[in-house]
């Protein structure tokens, strides 16, 4: 079972983040409505007997409501010197939200699942590129959304997800809600 733990985003701001295209070649945009903010992945290949365990460790969290904003876009790698391999919209500096990612990674790990020892870079993806040549595209899409600023957003929850890879995208499933309190 392949699961994450994720901020799910309000229907216009799905919207909005939908509306961030350009037509680059081998890129993958991601399926309207399925944009999300990842806080913490946790594997593809979970025994889903560890998912009750998991969910009583998320449960226990306790980080306030916060607002969030998204703003900017980005790519990965961030060096121009290599092609992109997924873009993304980012977000405003906001401590809660790191707050948030800490406790679901100690969670987590409470839960028997291990720190994976990246930095932490919220962003929500917009698009996966196939290809390992640059294409001058994405520096116009770069700039041409580079103010790119939606309204802030309410997080009063999170969802434990789990992912399906399909040949139309990954299907995700909402498996437990956790309401943001403190």
Do not use: C
């Not at 890129?27 to 025994?47: I, N």
């Not at 116009?140 to 969802?159: G, H, I, M, Q």
């Amino acid at each position: 079972m392949r699961l994450f733990v994720a901020l799910d985003l309000p229907a216009a701001l799905k919207a909005d983040l939908g509306r961030l295209k350009l037509d680059i070649r081998y890129a993958t945009w991601v399926r309207p409505g399925t944009h999300h903010l990842t806080l913490r992945f946790l594997g593809g290949a979970v025994d889903e007997q560890a998912v009750p365990r998991l969910a009583d460790a998320l449960s226990a969290i306790t980080v306030p409501p916060f607002d969030l904003t998204v703003q900017g876009v980005g790519r990965f790698p961030p060096s121009e010197k290599k092609a992109a391999r997924v873009l993304w919209a980012g977000t405003a500096p906001s401590p809660a939200l790191f707050d948030l990612h800490g406790a679901v990674a100690h969670a987590a790990q409470q839960a028997g699942f291990p720190l994976d020892g990246t930095p932490y870079h919220p962003h929500i993806t917009l698009a996966r590129l196939k290809s390992f040549k640059a294409d001058p595209r994405v520096e116009t899409f770069l700039n041409e959304y580079a103010t790119f600023r939606a309204e802030p957003f309410r997080a009063d929850s999170f969802v434990l997800f789990s992912s399906a890879l399909t040949p139309q995208g990954a299907q995700y499933t909402p498996l437990h809600t956790f309401p943001l309190k403190g």
